[in-house]
């Protein structure tokens, strides 16, 4: 099986291409044959009846002109490392009284960046088929494939722009530890990952640079935690003028799971967890020195203030949308 793009090939024997078929006419997913594997060693392509191409599959698939673009080390690197917030600029604005501090939590926690998600998130019934093991708020979800062995499939996916930015080689390889460190605690065993390498500019020799020591730290991880790359993409030039992104290694990480153990993992955590922590709060719950909120969805219940445009926003007569 190969993706690019939300487009899936896969290379199906012949004795399991009925078996396919009914997969996918199952679950109403569109599909075309496109060839055969044989022994010719060529790739060979026909339009009409018209040979279009007809190729060594080397020279597609490795021979492809290779791109060495020059890089180095920033020249900011090390004062970027160095940087501390105390004694900064933003320092000065450090909240110096108890007065000052309550306000600058109050703003702070009534962000719609620090609100909960989950109005989104779970608009999408992620228990269909019933064979979700573990979801939100797990750090890996854990799906069900074999309902008689309980055999099922874990998969996190974790990146951190900030720590790549500071130090490119160590952060992806911070990202790939958290996503393998997700899966492992569900009870899957790792089994592989992929990479979404998002960067700004590669002819920016800074830019280069970090896409260079992002893979060479990738590499370096994964060699060392025994699981391969089966594929990943590359996006490149996100950056607004000559200003880029934050370099951004994005790792899922898969792994094989026995979804009976998840599911007791799942079951002992939950028994750990004191029990006022999911206690919901009652209708019209008041904040000190906040405002009252009406609204009582699992959206708000863990947030601390709720501006009441934004409580309206997130009321229960919201549309949802259906998968």
């Not at 500019?201 to 830019?207: A, I, K, R, Y």
């Not at 405002?291 to 934004?310: E, K, Q």
């Not at 309206?312 to 998968?323: H, L, N, Q, V």
Request: aromatic letters at 8%; proline letters at 7%; hydrophobic letters at 35%.
């Amino acid at each position: 099986m190969s993706e690019s793009q939300e487009r899936m090939m896969a290379v199906v024997t012949p004795e399991n291409i009925t078996a396919f078929e009914a997969v996918m006419d199952k679950w109403a997913v569109e599909y075309s044959w496109l060839g055969e594997v044989t022994d010719t060693g060529r790739l060979i392509i026909t339009w009409e009846g018209e040979v279009i191409v007809d190729v060594d599959p080397r020279t597609v698939a490795h021979d492809g002109p290779v791109y060495d673009r020059p890089f180095a080390r920033p020249s900011w690197q090390d004062s970027v490392q160095a940087d501390t917030f105390t004694g900064s600029v933003q320092d000065a604005g450090r909240p110096s009284t108890s007065g000052e501090l309550a306000a600058a939590i109050t703003e702070l926690i009534a962000s719609p960046n620090m609100c909960s998600k989950a109005w989104i998130t779970k608009q999408y019934d992620r228990y269909v088929g019933g064979n979700t093991a573990m979801a939100f708020p797990d750090d890996a979800g854990v799906v069900r494939v074999d309902e008689e062995t309980g055999l099922g499939v874990a998969l996190a996916t974790d990146a951190n722009g900030r720590y790549t930015y500071l130090d490119p080689y160590h952060g992806a390889q911070l990202a790939l530890a958290e996503a393998y460190r997700n899966v492992a605690t569900s009870g899957a065993v790792p089994m592989a990952v992929s990479d979404c390498l998002n960067f700004g500019s590669p002819e920016d020799p800074d830019v280069m640079w970090q896409l260079a020591e992002s893979i060479r730290g990738l590499s370096d991880a994964c060699m060392e935690l025994g699981v391969p790359v089966t594929g990943g993409n590359v996006s490149l030039y996100n950056q607004t003028g000559t200003v880029p992104i934050h370099p951004l290694p994005w790792l899922p990480c898969w792994a094989s799971s026995t979804t009976s153990r998840a599911a007791r993992r799942r079951a002992g955590r939950k028994m750990a967890r004191p029990s006022t922590s999911w206690a919901p709060r009652p209708r019209n719950w008041t904040v000190p020195n906040g405002p009252t909120c009406a609204d009582t969805s699992a959206a708000c219940r863990r947030r601390l203030t709720c501006p009441s445009s934004a409580s309206s926003a997130r009321s229960s007569s919201t549309p949802r949308a259906t998968a």
